[in-house]
Every structure is written in C-alpha cells, then in structure tokens.
C-alpha cells in the first residue's frame, strides 16, 4: 500500500512489478557544457503489459525534443511534471528520442551529471540517471548502451564512459569525439561519464583464461605518485577473486577515475569505477596505514562488484544488499587474506556493535532488506551493508567453504544478466549445498538486534557439560513480532590442561540445550567465536573466565572481545558507585605488562587487547546512555592503567623497531602498538611532552604523525595546540590531509573546540559544496567528540542542527547522513532529550525540507 503524507510518497517493496516497457539498446550523445549540457537519447523500447502507459522518470531537465520513430511529438502528445514525461500512446516497439538540456555546474547535489572541480562526472545511483535524461530509472530494466561524447579537446583530453572504446576523433569545430560501447547489458545506475584532464596510470593484467585487459587509473594532475599503491591494489583483487571464487574480468579495459566531489566512497560503474580521491591517493607522508587499508579493501569491494552486483544486479532497491551485503562479505575476505585476518575481523565487529547496534535500536530500524522507503538513499545503510555481510559470513560458516562457494557459483550461474532478489540469492545457496535454509532467511526480513543468553551446567558425575541457548530479539520501530532466527554459535571449550575443543552449535529455535559428553572437568567456555552471528551475548561469565579467554582462546576475536566484555563489566560497576582502582585485580595488571614485555606474534592483536572499549561501544550497554558517567569512568581507568604500566609501556614503545616507512601487516602493527603505547604515556605528565613532540618531529610517516597528534590531544592541550597548527601549516594546500586536520580539530574534547571549527571554516580548502571537506569537520564533531557533542547546554546539538538546515539545499544526501547522531534523542536523559527533540522539530519545520532529511528526521519524531 502507498501512503501519502504531505505529498511525500512511500514505497512498499510488496509494490514491485514488473517494468511495462523493456528497452533494449540505448544510444546517448552528449554534447558537454557547464551550465547547458545537451544530451541526445535514442531508445529501443518494446511494450511488455498491454495497454500500459510509458511513464518516465525525469528530474531538473529541460526538455528540449521528444519523437516516436523518428516523428516529433508536440506538447499535446505527452504530459511533463518535475518528476516524470508521460507519453499515453506509443506503438509495442518503437524507437523514442529524447533531447534533453542541464547545468552540471549548478548541481550541487552531486547526482546524475555534475562538476567535480573543473571535471565532468556521473553518479547513478540509487536514483541519478533522472537527472541526465527522462529514462526507466530502475535497476530491473537492462540495456545495452553506445555512448558519444563530445567536448572541446585542448580542455578535455580523456572522454570516459562504460565498456570499451569504439572510436576518437578532433571533429572540424576543434571537439573531442570519444565514443564506447558496453556490450553487457546494464542498468542506468551503472552508467557512468567522466570528462576530465587528469595524469593517467596505466598497467595491464592477464586473466586465467588469457584476457589482456588494459588497466588504467586517472588521478589529479600532479597526483601520479600517489596512485601506484591503487593500481597493485586492483590487481591483488583480480587475481584474489580468480583464485578464491573462479571469477575473470570480462572487458577489454579497466578504469578508475579519482575525484574529490563525490557523495559515497565509491561507485562501481561497469569498466569505469568513480572514486572518492580519499580511496585512491595514498603515499607515506600524506596516508595512514588506515588509509591504506581502506583503499585496498575499497578498490577490491567495487571490483567484486563486477560479478556481485553488474552481471548480476538488484530486481529492485529493496534488494540493495544482495549485491552490497555479499560484496562487503567479500571486501572483508580479499582484506583477510591480504593483511591481519584477526584484525580485520575485529574491525568489522567494532563497526557492528556500535553504528549496526544503534541503527537496529533507533527509529531508522529496518531489515538487511527493508519493506518500505521514502528516500532510497536513506537506506545505504550499515543494516544493508555491513549487517547483510555479516548474514552472507553466517551462510559461510554454516554451509563451509566450499559448499559457500559452490552456491555463489550456482547463483551467478543461474542469474548472470538478470535483475533478481535476495530470495533467488538463498534459493542458489539452499539449491547448491542441499542444506534447509527457509529458517536462515528469516534474518532478510527481520530486524532488530537478537539477544542470545547462553548458561552452562556441568555435571562431574556424569562428566556432561550442558550448554542452554535461547534467542529473543527486541521489538523495534518498524516491527513489534519478532520470530527465533538461525543463529550458528561457534564455541571453544579451554581446559585447565591446556587442551581444546571447537564446536559449530546451531540455534534455531527459542530455545535450546547442547549437551557435551566424557568431559574429565569443567572447561571455560568461549561463546560466539569470531563474532558467529551478529548478537548481543548476555552471559554470567566471572572476571576470571574472561581473563582466562583472554589469554588462552585460540581465535584473536574472542580473546579481544574477552577483554571487550571484561571492561564493559567494570565500566558498570562503577557507573553504580565503585571506584576504578578497587575493581582491578592484579592478575589484569600482570597479563597486560607480559602483552607489553613479550607481544604476541600479531602485534596489532596486542595492541587492540591493550585497548579499552570506545564510548559508542559501551553505550551501547545501556537503554539509557549515561553519557557523562560513561565518560568519566574510561578517563579513570586509562589514567590508572597509564600509572600501573608506566614502566612496562615506556619499555614496549622504546623496543619497538622504528624504520624507514613501508605498508605491510608486520610495520603497520608495529606502529599500531607504538601508537597504543604513546596514547596512554601521554597521561604521564612528567614526560609526556617531551616524548609527544619528538614523536611527531621524528615521523616520516603520517601513521606516526597522526598517533603524535591524537595522544596529545586527549592528554597534552598545550602540546596539541602547538602541534596542531604546525600540522595545518605544513599541509594547508594538501585537501586530503587538511581533511585529517579539520577532524582533529572537530574532535578536541574541549570547549575551544567551537572557535577551532569555526576558524576551519575560514581555511581556503572548506567547501560547503565538497562532502570530504563537511564530512572531514562535522562528522568528527557528531560522532568522535561525546565530550562537546552531548554538552548539557545543547551547543553540540545546535551546530550540528545549523549544519543540517545550511546542507539541505545544498546537497540532501550529505545532510541526511549528518542529522543521523540526532535521531537516537530517546536513549538520553531528559534534559538531552528535550534539546535534541527541539532541534529536530525546528528541522521538521524547515520549508522545502529534502525527503531525505524529512524522512528521518519524522520517524524519529514519531
């Protein structure tokens, strides 16, 4: 059913039908101008339900020409509105031209075809063709494209588009003419232009099966260098998804274009990958390790993408993460493989527990697959994509690897040039292993966050260990009912012998009791290994058991979050009144200074189980986030852990190897231990200022620059002040590393933290129309400083609120994603909720508000 609000229509997924019209070839012209592109479409299209009317989708074009066959239409042959052209009498096939003007240099919204600097770029998706020319904007209608491109040559001298390259030429007028053909049939959100004169990388890799396939990257003039790491990048995740899935590239070129005005990270157009330039630039001085992690990971999700997601692509929107759900899956795979699989693993798991957790308990709660929606961009979520990656690893570890691999091949198999749902998606996967699944599927329609509570009871005279399992997973607000999902809990049990035994338990009732036989004694039980299924475990597991796990587990995971669990426990206790140096025994002390004396094979591992748990992590323990109390007991235990381990910390950080900068796991987890090690000797302050200055002027890498920089923020203001503006004056024309200044400064937990934005505000690189540079300031702001963020005053609140109402004219996508940290007002205390809730009303009431921000905004007022 539809419902209309204030004019402002919901979608359904139970509304799908199938398109009244298919097209079958498109041909595009595109004939380039800042403020007057002219964009000359040519249709094939076939009627598919009888006496349908052919309405299509079109938004900010002036329509220049329609003709059917070749014959022009006059304004009595079709209606236009702001949203569509409407053509009441066509033939069952026919051919439909379209002539269309706009202005990409006024489209600030960064959709469809705009300026990304002085260069021409596309973004498709979810809804952006609408904005290039009246069209089937859907992902269920395919077509093949032949795209011509026209643009002044000394000004543009690479015209890009989908497929490979049919012709060039320098036409009379002194224009460029480029055109390429995509013999794979597409949706619009595939296609892509870029226009642009940029320095190219090129390369060049050989598939299994003998393709030659030219790889080319396009980066900024003057970028070239900071390219290469990309490049091997791209071709480290062919050769990955050849050797793990038997999946070749098809074309005969493989672009990547880099630009620094783009909404997401980014776009995985078929042949022509549109980069965010923060996930393809990287060098030692400019990029952390991070960086790096993220630009391999980045570049091998939009490559995997080509078989995930373009050969086989989305039925519809609802059904967004059937590509995007499997496709993190596999990022995270290829990232496994090519670094610290331990760590890589921890990290998805930190962005589970905090963002997923608190996206499931807040008003935006919805399915992996939603049932209804108002803006579609509203739901490129971490439900979709990082929930739906943890149900594609759940089939994973239920049906093996193989058997997970041979239903991934069934189902490209099956679907290769179809438009399906995540319902042909399990099918394939139930079909290829033989394995009953109609319980797992449950998880694409339910939301919320399940609760599994787990007990044990062992018995010395029968030598039985019984395990007790039950699920429940709370009502949310887009669903009251909830039924018992698949859960695959891995266990270990660890004996006091030192011996071991693993075991793959399956809930998938309410309830239910594993019973394990001819156990000499009680083991210590491991719950959820790896992080099995995406729950909240609710265990009465004592402070020895955890450190014990944290010590001798034979999964990295289960050890850190070991020690996760162990100080989210201390955390309460003294949220209830207890103070911090009472509740530590010394057996933590004396693990933690042998972690630091002798670190473990994986450094990073050692480093992440010698951390405490983030502020988004713990609140995530509560109903009601008792911000300030939170707050104040990580400050304490941090100091009192910095005093205990002074010694054990100073010694570790001097041990450590320093050398010349390289991006490997063994360098990367040194300076990540390294780091660590500085972040809690920078709360002595005997040294500490000395030790964070030579820290920061004896870096030859931005890694350890950035380690100096945010130790002494969270310790050392006069060190950070000094630090920070020599930071902003050595990088003040580098955009990318003054994005990394701008967050700094956004997430200095003091009250100057105001002027420091504002002062940000005024640096010749902010722009109001570039997403980096917003995201770079507020994003820090919102999510990384709970100090100002959530002030008593609702100053925090109030900016975040000014930022929202400036961004909603500008580009509703980014403002839509800024409002997100004031939608979960009810989790606060009164005074906090009655400023946020008053910041969202003033919200509500905006005139001309974006469906976008309208929509969250009013389901959390609900």
């Known amino acids: 059913m539809t419902e209309n609000t204030n004019t402002r229509t919901v979608k359904s997924r139970h509304e799908y039908r199938p398109p009244a019209f298919s097209i079958s070839t498109v041909k595009l012209c595109f004939e380039l101008d800042n403020t007057a592109t002219k964009v000359t479409s040519v249709m094939q299209l076939q009627r598919q339900q009888k006496d349908a009317t052919l309405v299509l989708d079109g938004r900010h074009l002036q329509l220049l020409s329609v003709a059917v066959n070749g014959k022009a239409l006059s304004d009595n042959d079709y209606q236009l509105d702001d949203n569509s052209l409407t053509l009441p009498s066509v033939p069952d096939q026919f051919e439909l031209t379209i ?82 053909h995509d013999p794979f049939a597409k949706p619009c959100y595939l296609f892509a232009l870029v226009a642009g004169d940029f320095d190219r990388l090129t390369d060049s890799f050989v598939t299994q099966g003998g393709r030659d396939v030219s790889l080319e990257l396009y980066v900024d003039k003057g970028a070239a260098s900071k390219g290469d790491f990309a490049l091997q990048a791209l071709k480290r995740a062919m050769r990955w998804d050849e050797q793990r899935f038997n999946l070749q590239y098809d074309l005969d070129i493989y672009m990547v274009v880099a630009v620094d005005f783009f909404n997401m990270g980014a776009m995985e157009n078929k042949g022509l990958n549109i980069f965010n330039s923060k996930y393809v630039l990287a060098d030692a001085a400019t990029a952390t390790d991070k960086d790096y992690f993220n630009i391999e990971s980045i570049i091998g999700h939009e490559y995997f993408h080509n078989w995930t997601g373009n050969r086989v692509t989305c039925r519809d929107w609802f059904q967004l993460s059937l590509k995007e759900g499997l496709t993190v899956f596999r990022d995270q795979e290829f990232s496994a493989d090519m670094g610290s699989p331990t760590l890589c693993r921890i990290d998805a798991v930190k962005l589970i527990r905090t963002a997923q ?32 990656a943890e149900v594609i690893r759940m089939l994973q570890t239920l049906l093996g690897r193989n058997g997970f691999a041979k239903g991934l091949a069934l189902y490209l198999q099956r679907h290769d040039g179809q438009a399906v749902t995540c319902d042909d998606f399990v099918q394939s996967m139930q079909d290829a292993s033989g394995t009953d699944l109609s319980r797992f599927a449950q998880w694409y329609s339910q939301s919320g966050t399940p609760e599994l509570s787990v007990s044990q009871h062992y018995s010395a005279a029968s030598a039985e260990l019984t395990l007790s399992l039950s699920q429940q997973t709370p009502a949310t607000a887009d669903q009251a009912q909830k039924q018992p999902l698949m859960l695959p809990v891995q266990v270990e049990l660890l004996f006091k012998d030192g011996s071991k035994q693993r075991q793959l338990l399956v809930l998938n009732d309410a309830a239910q009791q594993f019973v394990f036989k001819s156990l000499p004694s009680e083991p ?31 999964d990295g995971v289960a050890r850190w979050d070991a020690m996760q669990q162990f100080w989210g426990r201390k955390i309460a206790q003294v949220i209830a009144g207890k103070s911090p140096d009472q509740l530590l025994p010394d057996a933590l002390f004396d693990m ?53 381990l002074h010694a054990a910390l100073l010694q570790c950080y001097r041990c450590l190897p320093v050398s010349a900068y390289s991006y490997d796991e063994a360098a990367a987890a040194q300076r990540r231990l390294r780091g660590l090690c500085l972040q809690y000797l920078a709360l002595s302050a005997t040294e500490a200022a000395d030790l964070l200055q030579q820290h920061y002027h004896d870096a030859d890498n931005m890694t350890d620059t950035m380690a100096a920089l945010a130790a002494s923020q969270q310790a050392q203001p006069a060190v950070f002040s000094a630090l920070i503006d020599d930071f902003a ?43 980096n540079r917003v995201r770079a300031l507020y994003l820090a702001f919102s999510m990384r400083n709970p100090q100002q963020f959530h002030r008593l005053d609702g100053r925090g609140y109030s900016l975040l609120e000014q930022v929202v109402t400036r961004m909603d004219s500008v580009n509703a996508q980014v403002a839509a994603r800024l409002v997100t940290p004031l939608l979960s007002w009810r989790r606060f205390d009164p ?12 919200l509500a009431a905006l005139p001309g508000l974006s469906n976008d921000v309208y929509e969250k905004v009013n389901r959390s007022l609900k």
């Open 99 to 180: 002539v269309t003007q706009l202005s990409p240099q006024t489209n600030t919204a960064l959709e469809g075809l705009y300026l990304a600097g002085e260069t021409f770029c596309t973004q498709c998706e979810a809804e952006g063709f609408r904005r290039i020319s009246y069209f089937l904007d859907r992902p269920d209608v395919l077509a093949e494209y032949f795209v011509t491109i026209i643009a002044p040559a000394e000004r543009y001298p690479f015209l890009l588009s989908n497929g490979n390259k049919l012709a060039e030429y320098i036409d009379s007028a002194g224009n460029r003419v480029v055109q390429w």
């Open 357 to 388: 957790f608190a996206e499931d308990a807040g008003p935006m709660a919805h399915p992996i697959r939603p049932e209804q929606v108002l803006e579609m961009n509203n739901f490129y979520t971490v439900t979709v994509y990082d929930k739906g």
């Open 524 to 554: 210590v039980v491991v719950w959820l290994e790896h992080f099995s299924a995406p729950v909240k475990l609710i265990a009465d597991i004592d402070d020895s058991s955890l450190l014990f796990i944290a010590g001798n587990a034979s």
């Open 592 to 644: 933690m200074i042998s972690w630091l004396q002798q670190p473990q094979a994986d450094l990073a591992l050692t480093a992440e189980l010698l951390s405490l748990p983030d502020f988004d992590t713990l609140a995530e323990q509560y109903t009601q986030i008792p911000v300030d109390t939170i707050l104040t007991a990580l400050a304490g235990f941090k100091q009192l852990l910095a005093e205990r």
């Open 729 to 771: 004056r050595r990088w003040q024309h580098d955009a990318l590393v003054m994005d990394k200044c701008f967050s700094l400064v956004a997430s200095d937990p003091a009250e100057q933290v105001f002027d420091g934005i504002e002062a940000m505000l005024r640096h010749p690189l902010f722009s109001w129309q570039n997403p």
């Open 831 to 842: 005074v906090r909720q009655d400023l946020i809730r008053a910041a969202l009303k003033r």
